[in-house]
């Protein structure tokens, strides 16, 4: 399966600013997305990062808040903006290499907001 | 939108015993994933279901997927302290491109 390097592992941020998380593959895939994972608790799909276009949100996730860029196959970011203590969270990216296949996963960034 | 509920919450048992974790979908799937993350760690793929009523193994651990693709459940054996950590199923949406996670069985093994 793919090498998935995301970073920076953790951070810890003062409320307002925003931090970029990147996510490099070592090979091309056709879907990324991005998922939080509040403390305890199960993935929620954030977006999916699309290759030269917008990312498409899921609900509750708007682009303001979460920008995404994926400018090739193999990479992509995504921004928290103005942070505040519930942005609090592990964020991670996945890829997956077909439509029904299974999705792996980065390991992570733990983020943490004073 | 698409919901999968997963029971216990969570589980403690102690070193040796079985272990079951159980999913649920309102709507007939076309496959089920299941995912395990070990504490600090994150989602690591097991294994994919397909087939109505397939049963796969690997080691101590057996999937089932139910008759009807509406079920599906994690069983594991004799349980170690290595297993210990948060079992995740996570369903396709109908097209097949996004997962939906159940909420996690986080187990917990007493050495």
């Known amino acids: 399966s793919a090498v998935i390097s995301q970073k920076p592992s953790r951070d810890i941020c003062q409320r307002g600013t925003s931090l970029t998380i990147q996510c490099q593959v070592d090979?091309?895939?056709?879907?990324m997305f991005w998922y939080r994972q509040q403390p305890g608790q199960s993935l929620t799909l954030i977006a999916t990062?699309?290759?030269?276009?917008?990312?498409?949100?899921e609900s509750g996730f708007v682009i303001d808040k979460f920008p995404i860029s994926r400018p090739n196959l193999t990479f992509s970011t995504l921004t928290v903006s103005n942070m505040s203590p519930e942005d609090s969270s592990i964020y991670l990216c996945?890829?997956?290499?077909?439509?029904?296949?299974?999705?792996?996963f980065g390991d992570g960034t733990r983020l943490s907001i004073l | 939108g698409q919901q999968v509920m997963q029971i216990p919450q969570y589980q403690h048992v102690q070193e040796g015993e079985d272990f079951t974790t159980y999913c649920n979908s309102s709507?007939?799937?076309?496959?089920i994933q299941w995912y395990k993350q070990r504490p600090g760690g994150h989602p690591v793929f097991l294994i994919q279901?397909?087939?109505?009523?397939e049963v796969k193994k690997q080691k101590r651990l057996t999937f089932q997927f139910g008759e009807a693709k509406k079920n599906s459940s994690l069983h594991i054996t004799a349980t170690q302290t290595t297993d210990v950590g948060t079992y995740f199923c996570?369903?396709?949406?109908?097209?097949?491109?996004?997962?939906?996670f159940g909420g996690g069985t986080r187990l917990m093994v007493k050495p």
């Open positions: 279901l397909v087939k109505s009523g």
């Open positions: 090979s091309q895939v056709t879907m």
């Open positions: 990062a699309n290759q030269g276009s917008e990312a498409t949100y």
């Open positions: 996945s890829v997956k290499g077909d439509r029904e296949g299974p999705q792996h």
């Open positions: 996570a369903a396709p949406n109908n097209a097949g491109n996004m997962l939906t």
């Open positions: 709507t007939t799937l076309s496959n």
